[in-house]
Structure formats: C-alpha cells, structure tokens
C-alpha cells in the first residue's frame, strides 16, 4: 500500500488507516472479539499498518483487542492511543471529564503499553483540549515520555490553532486528529493552513461522516440502541432525509468513476494534501476492502474543483455533536 508521511515528523503509515473504536465503544454493543481480531489482521494483511485506539475506548477494551491483534505484527504496525479523559466518578462507565494533568498523562501511558503489549505507544493524542491544564504543560509532559522511550510522536485531538501553536513550540507535534470530511470541512478555514505552515500530519477521524457517507444510511435505518449516532441531531431522520443531497453528489461522481460514494469521499481526502492520513473505521471486512480500494480512486484537478465547488453549495442539517461534547473540542 502507499506508504505518507505525518508532517515533518518522519512517521510514515499506510495511506489510510483503521479507525477502531467502532469495533468496541460509541456504534453499539462491543462487536465479537475473534471477529475483529481476524478483522484488523486481514488489514495488515492487506497493506494498512496504522490503528487508531484509545483508552476511552470501552473504556479500555479497545486497546486490549488492539494489542492482541497486533501481538504478531507488533514491529510493522503503528499504534495511537489517547490520554485526556477520566471517569465521571469511580467506577462509572461513563468518561465525560477532561484530566490532562501530568500525573494522569504518565498513568495513562504506563497502562496503555500494558494493554497494547508494545514496548513505546507511536502516536499518542491529548484526546481533548484540557482548559485547566496549560497546553504547555502538556506538551512537557509527553516530551519526558518521549525521553524515557515510552512514547515516539506527541499529537493533539480536536485542538484549535492556538493550542497546536503553542504545544507545537514545546514539542514537535506530528498529527493533529480531528474530524474532516465531505460534509464537515471546517478544518479548511484555519487548521490545514496552520498545518501545513508547521509541518504536521492531518489524521481525519469520521471521514465517511460516521457512516452516512456510505450512502447506505437513509430515513430508514434504525440504530443500535446504544448507538452514539440517536444523540446527534445530524442523524435525525428528518435531517438524513435533507442530507441526501450530499449522497446524490457522491453518487454523480461514484458513477463517473466506476467507483461506490465512500470511496469518492475518501478520495476526495486523499487527493486534497499528500500528509492527511483519513482512518475510517469498520467492522466489516467487505468495507475495509472497499474503503482500500478509494486509493485507486484519482480525480484530476477539474474533478477536484467541480467536488470542491459542489459541495461547499451544500447546506448540511444537524450538529456533528450533541451540545455538551461540542463544547469539550478545542475548534
């Protein structure tokens, strides 16, 4: 598989990546084990080495499944995980607090390396912008990980210009992750420019819009009941009917290209800089294929433009988050 690079950073991964949160947290109940174990194995298998995981995950069994996946393959892969989040109250399920402090940053990588079995997390996230917690701090913290050979890269989630600026001057910041896609380019006003001008990698989480992008979600389909998606209004059904308009795009040039609407919006990503690396996650091995396959996708630069000119006319309904979780990004 084409092999990018993440900036200046010197992390070279797979062109695409696997998003793997689905297989355990946010999309319903956590899938079967065996079956995602085979699943992110035959993605190695089919060229992608970079995963996508963290300790939120679950909580937990994400980064569990991960490292026994990866158990063979544990030299040719790379692993990001997160640090930023912390249990509501003890014990409880559910992580809704921020905790970028030192001491809960080194916690959360001594245990990730447990969970993971590797020797150094490659990549790893502030999940979420801490406000009690100077980004400086931060930065200064991972960097004695770094030192110590537990961590190699430092990276940032959902973290506005300003934070990357000023994390970025302590520590070399190799990704930003954040989400990007078809019908939601805001990164395009400020983060990507900022990006480029300080040479980091762009990591796009939800590339295919949580799904609908498939083209296979309509007013129709019903979700798990713990699904993430029955909190965000962009899934309302009234609001997935508006949305088709975004789906006939897809489908226009999906025809054009003799290709499916998911591969065109991760074409689509692919060709906008050669350091974003989108990570759409799955738990299904026909869609891993399929999403591969957008690498073969190519658009010439009057494709590109008429994409562009298209879909910024669109008027996409409903926030990509609940209000409460919107207010935790740093954007």
């Not at 793997?20 to 065996?34: F, L, T």
């Not at 990698?201 to 019903?222: A, C, E, M, N, R």
């Not at 591969?292 to 494709?303: P, T």
Request: a neutral charge.
């Amino acid at each position: 598989m084409e092999k990018r690079m993440l900036g200046n950073s010197g992390l070279e991964v797979s062109a695409l990546g696997l998003g793997c949160m689905g297989m355990s947290w946010s999309y319903g109940a956590p899938k079967d084990k065996e079956e995602m174990v085979a699943l992110i194995r035959a993605a190695i298998d089919l060229g992608v080495n970079f995963f996508d995981t963290a300790e939120v995950y679950g909580p937990y069994i994400n980064e569990e499944l991960v490292g026994e996946s990866i158990g063979p393959y544990a030299n040719k892969v790379v692993v990001a995980t997160k640090f930023g989040f912390k249990p509501s109250a003890p014990g409880e399920s559910r992580w809704s607090l921020l905790d970028s402090t030192p001491k809960n940053i080194r916690h959360v990588a001594e245990e990730s390396l447990k969970r993971l079995k590797i020797e150094a997390i490659d990549l790893f996230y502030q999940h979420r912008v801490d406000p009690n917690v100077p980004i400086e701090d931060v930065a200064g913290a991972v960097k004695e990980l770094i030192k110590e050979g537990k961590v190699k890269h430092f990276g940032l989630s959902e973290a506005g210009v300003n934070t990357i600026r000023k994390a970025h001057a302590v520590l070399p910041v190799a990704a930003l992750q954040s989400e990007y896609s078809l019908w939601w380019r805001n990164p395009e006003k400020e983060i990507l420019p900022t990006l480029e001008e300080l040479g980091i990698g762009f990591v796009p989480f939800s590339p295919l819009g949580k799904g609908f992008l498939s083209g296979k979600i309509d007013t129709d389909t019903q979700f798990d009941k713990d699904d993430f998606r029955n909190t965000v209004s962009r899934f309302a059904p009234e609001n997935r009917k508006a949305n088709q308009s975004v789906i006939d795009l897809l489908n226009k040039f999906a025809k054009k290209h003799k290709a499916t609407p998911a591969q065109i919006a991760l074409a689509w990503l692919l060709a906008k800089k050669p350091w974003i690396v989108p990570i759409p996650g799955t738990t299904k091995l026909n869609r891993l294929e399929e999403n591969i396959a957008s690498l073969k996708v190519h658009f010439s630069i009057e494709d590109m433009i008429e994409l562009d000119d298209a879909s910024s006319k669109l008027t996409v309904l409903g926030a990509r988050y609940p209000e409460h979780y919107e207010k935790m990004t740093g954007l």
